[in-house]
């Protein structure tokens, strides 16, 4: 592993370092970790390091770049995966974890690309999905198993060597312009449906199913959700992007129920918050794609709290952020 890399690692996890990386990186602060940082996760070995990198998908630049995860301010990214051979256009999601990284294409280019847990610059992607704009995010469960929801409404799984396993279509699916899919850790599937609600799926949904729950009425807040993902309690976290909110609703929630706490408000700086994340900590990252930043919310944040950290500025090259992921 790259000295210097190794030492912003320990510094996140305080672990002390020593010689002149020590010297290096005591400099400057832990807000400000990823400054002039251009090692390649190839030359670092990335594909080592603790769960710090946050990835953050760019529509509009076309590109995934790679920050360590406690970056705040306008920092440059430490490395991006970027060029032809990326096959990204209009990347609107992105989704992580040791085997890989997986990038949904929004409009244009295959639906869904995977690249090597190690990538970085103009680094060539597997293809999962060919059909252009087949899905508006992706996400990747324990098991390695894809899923990405489609502007048709369906909602494709892929075993984790790509092969395609199934897909939830069909009316009975009041699937209506599916934005992100997760899964719970008992492999129950959420779907961010567009109408303002969110339908479960049974771990092993497939075809023509009605969903086993809803969520959704005056009371859960919900206007346009637009991502989805779990913190460490297995709260359902849940962005907003017309609401303005970030809402977290309780494990098994259904029907028309409040959320447990809803971020929103003017201090929180939410413009259009897209993709969304969850540290161990709990602390929660926001794409917040017309703010042109990603913001960072204390783990319990609630109401109109403001976010403890931006990464923002020309520096970062954020144009939309519309999708981050943890590693």
């Known amino acids: 592993m790259n000295a210097r890399i190794a030492c912003l690692v320990g510094l996140a996890f305080a672990v002390g370092c020593s010689g002149s990386a020590a010297s290096s990186t005591t400099a400057n602060t832990t807000a400000n970790i990823t400054a002039n940082t251009t090692a390649s996760p190839a030359a670092s070995g990335a594909s080592n390091l603790p769960p710090t990198t946050l990835y953050v998908a760019d529509r509009c630049t076309g590109r995934v770049d790679a920050f360590f995860s406690l970056a705040n301010g306008n920092v440059k990214p430490a490395w ?32 869904v690309l995977r690249f090597a847990a190690d990538a970085s610059g ?31 409404g369906t909602i494709a799984t892929f075993a984790a060597d790509g092969s395609a396993v ?17 899964t719970a850790a008992d492999g129950t599937i959420y779907v961010a449906n567009s109408n303002a609600s969110i339908l479960v799926f049974g771990a092993n949904a497939n075809g023509n199913i009605a969903p086993r729950a809803i969520i959704a009425g005056p009371a859960t807040g919900l206007k346009s959700p637009s991502a989805l993902a779990f ?56 794409a917040n794609a017309s703010g042109k930043n990603v913001l960072v ?31």
């Open 166 to 182: 199934g897909a939830i279509a069909g009316s009975a699916t009041t699937t209506t312009f599916p934005r992100a899919a997760v």
């Open 231 to 286: 913190d460490p309690n297995g709260d359902l976290v849940v962005t907003d992007e017309s609401g303005l909110a970030v809402s977290i609703f309780a494990p098994g929630a259904s029907g028309n129920v409040a959320p447990l706490r809803r971020i929103a408000g003017a201090k929180t700086a939410l413009n259009v918050p897209q993709g969304v994340a969850v540290a161990p900590d709990g602390s929660i990252y926001v």
């Open 122 to 152: 103009n680094a060539a992607a597997t293809v999962v999905s060919a059909k252009p704009g087949s899905a508006q995010a992706v996400s990747v469960d324990a098991h390695g198993r894809t899923i990405a929801p489609g502007m048709n």
């Open 80 to 111: 991006t995966i970027e060029g032809s051979a990326t096959q990204l256009v209009h990347p609107a999601s992105v989704a992580a974890n040791g085997d890989g990284i997986w990038v949904s294409n929004n409009s244009g280019g295959p639906g």
């Open 297 to 327: 919310f204390a783990p319990h944040a609630d109401g109109d709290a403001a976010p403890r950290r931006i990464i923002a500025g020309d520096h970062t090259g954020f144009i939309c952020p519309a999708g981050v992921a943890l590693q």
